[in-house]
């Protein structure tokens, strides 16, 4: 499939991907996203450059009040850059899966899961009477608040390696003992368009309206009268690990549990976008002790550091790797500095002590 994707160098490949059937095993729970869907409101369309490995996604989405969505990607090896319905820009790292080399392929395959665990087998089929090859894939999707299991094929025409049609299956939990099964069926309309009838910033993310966000665009100095730190926009920590740059960072209201007043984040330099390796929440003194503790397993060691300005409690623990989170107490703001649950250049010691000890007031 992906041989016919570059074999056209002269046509840009034009696929309208259309919803023709939503199904569940049961009436889903009320005021959820999929009880106010009508296939009619879906749609996503793609146009993929298999020459030079490009591909501009429309994605249209419907909504609970009744609204539709539209959102924009260029993807490119390099990055996805978006822009949300509402008009917000972000970019992240590539997404490939299902054994895709390509991030034009996994496009057209409509993976959407950077947490996918899966695995894909071929098979001989027919579909509308036309012999197809039909692409498997079974597995999990893993989020922050479910793992639901799936199904896909993907339906591809024998002679011309085009999709043609898609069936996804996928069992999701709701409540604790509850499982709703859903299936989308849909298909694939899909032409070549002559290069040179679209415009020179076609695959440009400019075109979509993407703008280069500032991730210091939402901090200032102050929140609600709690200094605000941060590691500066770059933060080389000297342990020989890649710097660190800013991802995002924002003011907070502080308002509901656990109540931090600021969050930013930080991804490495030159690393995947998107991937935030540290973070950092923070809390005036009084919402930090108002916040439920946290729990240590056995073997927790604690380690006191004493800074020019306050003091740090770097913690260290086993949770499938050396873990470590640090709690620094300065006179107005406490900073809870925490890993992503991965072990990375920065889930040591050293580095750890460089972070607490570069924490300095925002500008």
Not at 2 to 24: F, K, M, P
Not at 49 to 68: K, M, T, Y
Not at 226 to 235: D, K, N, S, T
Request: charged share 25%.
């Amino acid at each position: 499939m992906e041989h016919a994707l570059l074999s056209n160098s002269d046509g840009v490949l034009h696929a309208r991907v259309v919803v023709q059937s939503i199904d569940s095993s049961e009436r889903p729970p009320e005021g959820s996203d999929i009880d106010a869907y009508n296939p009619d409101d879906f749609g996503i369309e793609l146009w993929i450059d298999g020459r030079d490995g490009i591909v501009r996604v429309e994605e249209r989405l419907p909504v609970p009040d009744g609204e539709l969505h539209i959102a924009h990607a260029i993807v490119r090896d390099d990055g996805t850059f978006r822009v949300a319905a509402d008009g917000q820009s972000r970019d992240v790292d590539s997404l490939r899966c299902r054994g895709a080399t390509s991030v034009a392929l996994a496009q057209l395959m409509l993976c959407r899961n950077y947490l996918e665990k899966s695995s894909t087998s071929v098979r001989e089929a027919s579909y509308d009477g036309q012999p197809v090859i039909v692409l498997v894939t079974a597995g999990d999707l893993p989020s922050h608040d479910w793992n639901s299991s799936f199904e896909h094929r993907l339906y591809v025409d024998a002679s011309s390696l085009m999709p043609v049609a898609g069936d996804d299956r996928q069992t999701v939990p709701v409540g604790d003992q509850k499982r709703i099964d859903y299936r989308v069926r849909y298909r694939y309309d899909t032409e070549f368009v002559e290069r040179s009838l679209l415009s020179s910033e076609f695959f440009e993310p400019s075109s979509i309206g993407y703008v280069e966000r500032d991730p210091a665009a939402n901090l200032r100095a102050d929140a609600d009268g709690m200094p605000v730190y941060w590691l500066g926009r770059e933060f080389d920590p000297g342990t020989g690990a890649a710097p660190l740059v800013l991802f995002a960072g924002g003011i907070h209201p502080g308002t509901y549990p656990p109540g931090y007043r600021a969050l930013l984040s930080y991804e490495q330099a030159g690393g995947k976008r998107g991937r935030p390796m540290i973070s950092m929440q923070e809390f005036p003194p009084e919402a930090w002790r108002a916040r439920p503790l946290d729990t240590e397993d056995a073997g927790t060691i604690r380690e006191e550091i004493a800074l020019p300005a306050g003091r740090a409690v770097l913690v260290r623990g086993q949770d499938g790797y050396e873990a470590y989170r640090a709690y620094v107490y300065f006179e107005e703001t406490v900073v809870f500095v925490m890993d992503h649950g991965e072990p990375t250049d920065y889930t040591n010691r050293a580095t750890f002590v460089a972070i607490i000890n570069g924490l300095r007031p925002y500008p």
